[in-house]
């Protein structure tokens, strides 16, 4: 498979302590990867060094063989990120938000609009185009970053926590989005603590413990390294973090 998100010997945090030990995956064109862990696992930190916030303490993260180090301006070009806590601009309408996303991906004004306006009739945003966003509730603002998202031609998107303020048919819509988008070749990570849902659409799961990857692969192989072929995600993850769990208090 062609290779679009390459993590290698990830080493890094926020301070001098490393959050994240030794965390290597790979997410491949037109593959949809669950980033699984509990809270403090490094699902976040993981995320932020792959979109640039955070530097590495050592490894290498590359995007199509390129490092943010060696071309920041074409690695940062090929993501698309929608952040669990949305964040626009409260001077800007709804228009100005997707004017700016034209902008800053250098994106065909026409046929930007075009992919634009289908999205956010889709999420139901289509006549609020002059709202700010002091109008907007949680689960809107939400839509507003998941279209400015999926209006770009992102190589790899990456999705952190994208269900909570999301109501049940922005849920299904939004995963919807994303089989159209790995369809096209993009790559997509995506974070999340609703695991059923997750199991029924990622490809492959990378489990995150303690910064460390506990386990990573398909349901299937992540079934055989547990106890047998009817597990569901949740219960894998459960009985990983409970095993460890029980191996610290020996």
């Known amino acids: 498979m062609d290779m679009t998100l390459k993590v290698e010997h990830l080493i890094g945090g926020y301070s001098q302590i490393p959050v994240l030990k030794d965390v290597s995956f790979e997410v491949n064109d037109g593959e949809l990867v669950g980033l699984i862990g509990l809270n403090g696992a490094g699902k976040s ?30 690695y940062k070009s090929q993501i698309a990120y929608i952040p669990e806590t949305p964040v626009l601009y409260e001077e800007l309408t709804l228009k100005e938000h997707l004017e700016l996303t034209i902008m800053a991906y ?37 839509k507003v970053m998941i279209c400015s998202a999926l209006m770009t031609n992102a190589k790899l998107f990456i999705i952190d926590e994208p269900f909570y303020g999301l109501d049940p048919l922005a849920v299904h819509d939004l995963l919807y989005e994303i089989e159209q988008v790995k369809k ?59 095993e460890d769990r029980d191996d610290s208090t020996i």
Request: proline share 2%.
């Open 184 to 242: 096209t070749g993009a790559a997509v990570l995506m974070s999340t603590h609703v695991l059923d849902t997750a199991e029924k659409y990622c490809d492959r799961f990378v489990l995150l413990k303690d910064g460390q990857v506990r386990a990573q692969g398909t349901l299937a192989h992540l079934r055989e390294l547990g106890d047998g072929p009817d597990q569901s995600l949740d219960e894998i993850y459960l009985a990983l973090a409970k």
């Open 106 to 142: 250098h994106l065909d004004e026409h046929e930007a609009w075009k992919k634009a306006q289908r999205l956010l009739k889709i999420f139901r945003l289509d006549n609020k185009l002059d709202w700010f966003p002091i109008n907007f509730s949680k689960g809107m603002k939400q």
């Open 45 to 74: 930190t993981t995320i932020n060094h792959v979109i640039g916030l955070l530097t590495p303490f050592s490894g290498q993260i590359t995007i199509d063989g390129v490092s943010l180090q060696e071309d920041s301006e074409s």
